[in-house]
């Protein structure tokens, strides 16, 4: 399975952007599928996971009420939209995937599968 990441760019604060990542296939497997990000200076931080089999996504604090995740099995892939821009959220932004796993782990050794990442830029 491999990851490609789309959606990123430029944005003042108070925007909005949605990321998508697409898996090159689909697999059976019971699996989370992740978002993290990782500005410069600063270690990769989860920003969300959601589970193959259901339930509410989880959010990193930083991010709740600002951010959704959802999946699309029928495309193979999952968002993040992205509203209230902050500067703060400005980082390049990965998505990845951990098979047999749950609950949804927040530590990126976990995944082992990712994506190039995509870079999202929030100004003043």
């Known amino acids: 399975v491999q990851l490609a990441e789309s959606g990123g760019g430029s944005m003042q604060a108070g925007g909005s952007l949605t990321l998508s990542c697409a898996a090159s296939?689909?697999?059976?497997?019971?699996?989370?599928m992740a978002w993290f990000r990782e500005a410069p200076g600063k270690r990769r931080e989860v920003v969300a996971t959601?589970?193959?089999?259901?339930?509410?996504?989880y959010y990193h604090d930083s991010v709740k009420a600002r951010f959704t995740m959802s999946r699309d099995n029928a495309e193979n892939a999952v968002h993040l939209q992205m509203n209230s821009l902050k500067p703060e959220d400005t980082a390049m932004y990965y998505c990845?995937?951990?098979?047999?796993?749950?609950?949804?782990?927040?530590?990126?050794?976990?995944?082992?599968?990712w994506g190039q990442g995509t870079q999202v830029t929030v100004s003043s």
């Open positions: 959601i589970y193959s089999g259901g339930g509410n996504p």
């Open positions: 990845a995937v951990a098979f047999d796993v749950w609950p949804c782990p927040p530590h990126r050794v976990a995944y082992a599968i």
């Open positions: 296939e689909r697999s059976d497997r019971r699996n989370c």
